[in-house]
């Protein structure tokens, strides 16, 4: 059936679609990046102009499904069906099968050169570890579901709404959220930090002080493969896409084992290079710290011959207060001084202000603006203070399996297609 056009070359046509069907046809248009409607119109036309109907679809326990044809689309197709004495069900659904056959899931995007993030500030506690997880899972998402995404319009929405009186901010919903297939990287998250937080809280368990680890490779003294080390996070969500290459609490001694390596700077390059060509991603948490060890980061993170600039780099995370202007200062002279010394191009992705609520007031407010005003980097991620992420670190899971509709959870995936 069909009822009254809601604009003036379409028409609302109503029939029925089995469940599994419609998803694959969600997802399909959604990476295709075109609207469901014109999948169906060109799904419909080319099963039109087809000789003869193709096989038969299973339609057990379809469901009602609406959308919207061009004028005269939906006679057309009827009397077609009918020449064919196929039901308009069956129609439907051979037609849709015949766009998914006809528009293949398109490929992953892959980087030539694996993508290198080196995930830093020198103060601690502003969840450089949480920002690293959360990152790396958006990254790593499955291409074939839909995920709550919000939308990058929302992003300078919500910052803009930073310049509101606080009782406005509280009362607004700055989200819009539109739901995007996942990004399908093959994504290594690297516990760069003796601490072993981002370990810890995936669920692993942090290397042994009289074993392997990458404090070792790093210092020369490496006791087997780097690979034997790598540890594959929450298969069942990720599908071996996700990985972890654990800390260990040897990393106090980083600095010290540096200090005697030649070339210092490359020493985490030299040890993770045999990784690279499994990951399309690498991200590192850093330790909170000025040492050698983050000299060592950001050599690593800086710009490669061919590659384009912002695909590696430095993506800085800040809370909405005033020590995190201080160390984010520090950084960046020290970032800009290895610049300087080695002539290399170190990027900044960009800036996360993490654990953000406006309810605190006009010094969250403020400097949430202060940080939006710096413009280069810029601001690419605002993640809010909630119980979710708080409650995936007790839980021991990744925040986007544990909580994958949540608002840091929509908010990490922006992240990751802010920065991609």
């Not at 037609?95 to 490929?107: F, R």
């Not at 990058?152 to 803009?160: D, G, N, P």
């Amino acid at each position: 059936m069909s009822s009254s056009a809601t604009s003036h070359d379409r028409e609302k046509v109503v029939s029925k679609l089995p469940g599994w069907l419609r998803h694959n046809l969600k997802v399909r248009a959604a990476q295709r990046g075109i609207e469901i409607q014109t999948a169906v119109e060109q799904g419909i036309r080319d099963w039109c102009n087809l000789a003869s109907a193709p096989a038969a679809v299973n339609t057990a326990g379809a469901d009602p499904f609406a959308t919207f044809l061009p004028l005269g689309q939906w006679e057309e197709f009827r009397e077609v069906a009918g020449d064919r004495r196929v039901s308009l069900i069956q129609g439907v659904a051979q037609s849709v099968q015949l766009w998914l056959d006809t528009n293949p899931e398109p490929g992953i995007e892959r980087p030539e050169t694996t993508r290198r993030i080196v995930v830093c500030n020198q103060k601690g506690g502003v969840g450089k570890t949480a920002i690293t997880a959360g990152l790396g899972e958006a990254l790593a998402e499955d291409p074939n579901v839909l995920h709550p995404v919000r939308i990058a319009k929302a992003l300078a929405k919500a910052l803009s709404a930073s310049e509101a009186p606080p009782e406005d901010q509280q009362s607004s919903d700055p989200l819009e959220i539109e739901n995007l297939p996942g990004l399908g990287l093959r994504v290594l998250l690297v516990d760069f930090d003796p601490q072993c937080h981002l370990t810890n809280q995936l669920g692993a368990s942090p290397l042994p002080m009289n074993g392997d680890s990458l404090t070792n490779h790093m210092a020369g003294d490496s006791k087997g493969d780097l690979r034997d080390l790598v540890v594959s996070i929450d298969d069942e969500h990720f599908n071996g896409r996700l990985h972890l290459l654990p800390a260990c609490n040897d990393a106090f001694l980083l600095d010290v084992r540096l200090s005697a390596v030649r070339a210092r700077e490359a020493a985490l390059e030299r040890a993770l290079a045999p990784l690279e060509v499994d990951y399309d991603v690498i991200l590192v948490d850093c330790p909170p710290s000025l040492g050698l060890s983050m000299d060592a980061a950001s050599y690593y993170g800086r710009r490669r011959d061919g590659e384009r600039p912002g695909q590696s780099g430095a993506l800085i995370v800040v809370q909405a207060e005033d020590s995190s202007a201080d160390a984010y200062d520090l950084l960046t002279t020290q970032i800009d001084d290895l610049r300087g010394d080695l002539q290399i191009d170190v990027d900044y992705l960009g800036i996360v202000v993490n654990l953000y609520d406006s309810r605190r007031g006009y010094i969250a407010t403020s400097s949430l603006q202060g940080w939006v005003d710096i413009k280069d980097p810029r601001v690419v991620g605002l993640i809010g203070d909630l119980k979710e992420q708080k409650e995936a670190v007790r839980m021991k899971q990744p925040l986007l399996s544990y909580a994958p509709k949540s608002q840091q959870a929509i908010g990490m995936r922006a992240l990751a297609r802010e920065i991609a």
